[in-house]
């Protein structure tokens, strides 16, 4: 376990790399016109530092918070490291957010100056700043904000901002990242240096073969998940700390994603389900539109079963694959597992997922296929990853083992508790809210789970998601879902049923799978309205519902189910940034279809 540090903070790091080997190319930027160019170590310190004094010469003074809202692109990765070497504790805005949610994230940190990306955040921003009056600078990327903090810091000396950075220590604040309010206001949850330096040197060391690369095979990331999230944020810590190539990719459409990640060619990539979910439905359906649909369903089959009869050998539980699916493995690589991975740019093999649970037969493909995933578990306040699927000991279908330095623990009522050097520090300005899941050094999650007899976590649902039925029946409605998710044509699914005589649900159908779907079969584009009344699409539907039921209870199952017109958006409230359903507000915004679905 690395020994915790005694002193400095985030930036010097970027100092120190440009001053052992400035020629190493740390980072990748793609111009206005699409074209990746090398940031080494010693033009990113240069660049650190220019912003660093213009930060200065704007009046950012050490301890200052000031709000980022953007999305995933070089600069953020700049300003934080910038920030950091003055002393300033950046506070991550989603770039999604409404003028509510801003509102109250810049007046709750009292942030001081506020970055935005382009002309509508700043509208945004704008019409609420009549009641923020701590907020007095607003710097737009878009309309020339570097080039503006370049300029004011040319004046000043590097020393100046070396004097601020020698004053920050491991236990300053680094950031203040708000919880996506799943369950009611956001709040702030305080990280410091420390918190980022225990986790990303914990996961570099153990996690070596995905941050390391091949002899003589630079290891590289294209970052695209939201870096105002603390997952994308751990990762962009670790990739600098851990001489990572890092590229960034702000827009998840496969449109814009695929052709960034065949030029720059990570060796692994960072995601949540969902996305590698549409990686493995969009090959799928490809195969089906060029008539070899047969072929990809039985190279799936055969990558599931190596997968697992390697997973069996390595717990000691079987002799790995037999010689023939060994053969039948290596016949599929060249068809169809070696275009899975040139999908991913080529060079991919290792992935990070987190956020929500990975279906184990989704894990068992991917590995089969030539990419290991590592499935973790963490939360904002326990700066990501608490646990994660070690190299070579990947259970799947779990979120692994506790990270070195890390124990996990079940509450009497099935709760899971961390405890760690990543465990933050409270909630800013929330004593109260902090103490309630901070408990002699433990943090109480909210989650519920179970460890297995090998101390692999699975988590089964969130304490304040149970559904209770009339008939007293309790329900984790995550399993359900997640197994009716598992279909094709499904984007999500919310089980019902609290305080009703069984368990029902609203399904939500992925548009570009539906209109395939419908293509395959030689019909027509089917408007909203009428789609949600197909019955032929209601009968696909109900596979999946019988599917998912046969994992539970009769008392526990789904005995009825609409399917809605549109899919749940962040836009219309109804997730959060992190694409997590907001209960509450669904059901409260389907509160006649849900009504109908009892009747």
Known sequence: MPAAPHVGGLADVVFDHARSDPG?????????????????SAGFRDEVLALAKGLLAHGVRFGDRVAIMSRTRYEWTLFDFALWSVGARPVPVYPTSSAEQVHWILHDAEVSACLVEHGDHAMTVGSVIDRLPRLDRLWQLDAGALEELFAAGAGLDDETVHRHRRAVTPDSV??????????????????????FMFETDTVLAHWEPVFRGAPGDEASTLLFLPLSHVFGRMIEVAAIRGRVKLGHQPIMRASELLPDLAAFRPSFVLAVPYIFEKLYHAARRKAETEGRAAVFDKAVEVAVRYAEAVEQRVFGLGPGPSAGLRMRHRFFDKAVYGKVRAALGGRVGHAMSGGSAMDRRLGLFLAGAGVSVYEGYGLTESCAAATANPPGLARYGTVGQPIPGTSVRIAADGEVWLRGGQVFAGYLDDPGATRAVLRDGWLATGDLGALDEDGYLTITGRKKEILVTSGGKSVAPMALEERVRTHPLVAQCIVVGNDRPYIAALVTVDPEAVEHWLAIRGRPRLPPVELVRDRDLEQEIRRAVVAANTAVSQAESIRTFRILAHPFSEEDGLLTPSLKLKRRAIEEAYSVEVDALYR
């Open 174 to 195: 680094a950031t203040v990242i708000y919880t996506s309010g799943t369950t009611g206001r956001p709040k702030g949850c305080v990280l410091t240096h420390s918190h």
């Open 24 to 40: 190493r190319v740390a980072l990748g930027r793609k111009d206005e016109e699409g074209h990746w160019h090398d940031v080494t």
